[in-house]
Nanobody
Framework: VQLQASGGGLVQVGGSLRLSCAAS????????MGWFRQAPGKEREFVAA????????YYADSVKGRFTISRDNAKNTVYLQMNSLKAEDTAVYYC???????????????????WGQGTQVTVSS
């Protein structure tokens, strides 16, 4: 499956952005989808994940209550709505697809099979 992330940009502290990740290739609904981010000089970190049906979501503590992950299986797209953005949210954001079952592995980047190219999010103060 090929993943194409978009929607990044420059926003002020407290602002909002919505990232999109469009998938092509094999059946989108057969994959768990996740968002990760990597800030300059830091390791990649988990942001959020969503189950195949979209009924279950999982968030990193740092974004819980501010970010919302969703998916539209008819459009082969996963979204990340980011509200109340902070300067520390500045990073390149990546979407990823995983074929594993269960949920305890969601935060582990190594569990994901496919990755998008990343989209830059910059939050300025």
């Amino acid at each position: 499956v090929q993943l194409q992330a978009s929607g990044g940009g420059l926003v002020q502290v407290g602002g909002s952005l919505r990232l999109s990740c469009a998938a092509s290739g094999r059946t989108f609904s057969s994959y768990v989808m996740g968002w990760f981010r990597q800030a300059p000089g830091k390791e990649r970190e988990f942001v959020a994940a969503i189950s195949r049906s979209g009924l279950s979501t999982y968030y990193a503590d740092s974004v819980k209550g501010r970010f919302t992950i969703s998916r539209d299986n008819a459009k082969n797209t996963v979204y990340l709505q980011m509200n109340s953005l902070k300067a520390e949210d500045t990073a390149v954001y990546y979407c990823a697809a995983a074929s594993l079952y269960g949920s305890n592995w969601y935060p582990q980047g190594a569990s994901y099979d496919y990755w998008g190219q990343g989209t830059q999010v910059t939050v300025s103060s």
